[in-house]
Structures are given as structure tokens and as C-alpha cells.
């Protein structure tokens, strides 16, 4: 059987990474962005859709940092460029919100990420990985 395949969102402002708060059955957590991959769509097709779904950003894809298999899904952690402004709730995560189900998107300093409970978390060392890379090539 082949996994569930989906698009991951590495999109930094500056010295900020942005994430996905979530609160799900009474559980808290962070995401990055992203989701699903449509048939007949690309990884890298598939982010920038999800991208501007869920915040209402516009980015282009510059590079792959992972490909991860976790559990029933592959994730394609794609570096996004040409991001920046307030991110805003919409798309179908917009649509679910309730009470009990909510998605909160926001820049968060890189150097609190350790404060996130971002989940899976490998996502947490490709973000550091990516964010290093980053430094050293002076961006």
C-alpha cells in the first residue's frame, strides 16, 4: 500500500519560522504548514496551494529538505521562499473551527522553537537544519 502523500511548508521571515497552532480534542500542538497531495499535483504544486489555503501567503518552492515517512504518510518538507506579511486562517481549516478544533498560523522566533510542542518531531531538527543553512549561505 502506498502512503498518503503531503506537502510541508519550511517558511521563514527573517530569524521567525511559521507555524500552526492547534488545538484538537483537548489536545495542543504545532504543525507546520501544509497537507495533502492532490492527484495530478506536485509536492512542490501542492505547497504552494496548501500555503496560500491556510494563511493566505504566497510563496515559491526554492528546495527540498526531507523527505520523511511517518507512519501511513510521506512528507515532502519543501523550503518556501518569498514569504512574508501576517498570516491569515482560511480554506478548509477555517471552515472546521470550532470550540474544540482550532488553528491558530504565526511567525514564531526560530530560537523558541524548542519552546513548541511541534509534532512529528523530526520536523523540529529539519527546521534547525534549514534555518543554520540559511545563516551560512547569509540570507
Not at 511517518?70 to 518538507?77: F, Q
Not at 529539519?126 to 545563516?135: N, S, T
Request: with cysteine; charged share 30%; hydrophobic share 35%.
Amino acid at each position: 500500500m502506498n502512503p498518503k502523500e503531503r506537502a510541508v511548508c519550511v517558511c521563514f521571515d527573517g530569524s521567525r519560522v511559521l507555524l500552526m497552532r492547534r488545538l484538537q480534542g483537548g489536545r495542543r500542538y504545532t504543525v507546520l504548514p501544509g497537507g495533502g497531495i492532490e492527484p495530478g499535483e506536485t509536492p512542490d504544486q501542492a505547497a504552494v496551494r496548501e500555503l496560500a489555503e491556510e494563511t493566505g501567503l504566497v510563496a515559491t518552492v526554492t528546495g527540498s529538505l526531507a523527505t520523511v515517512d511517518h507512519d501511513d504518510r510521506r512528507a515532502h518538507y519543501l523550503l518556501m521562499a518569498a514569504v512574508s506579511g501576517e498570516p491569515v486562517l482560511g480554506g478548509p481549516e477555517a471552515l472546521a473551527e470550532s470550540e474544540d478544533n482550532r488553528y491558530r498560523p504565526g511567525w514564531v522566533p526560530v530560537t523558541e522553537l524548542a519552546d513548541e510542542p511541534l509534532v512529528p518531531e523530526e520536523a523540529r531538527e529539519i527546521v534547525r537544519r534549514a534555518f543554520a543553512e540559511r545563516l551560512a549561505d547569509g540570507r
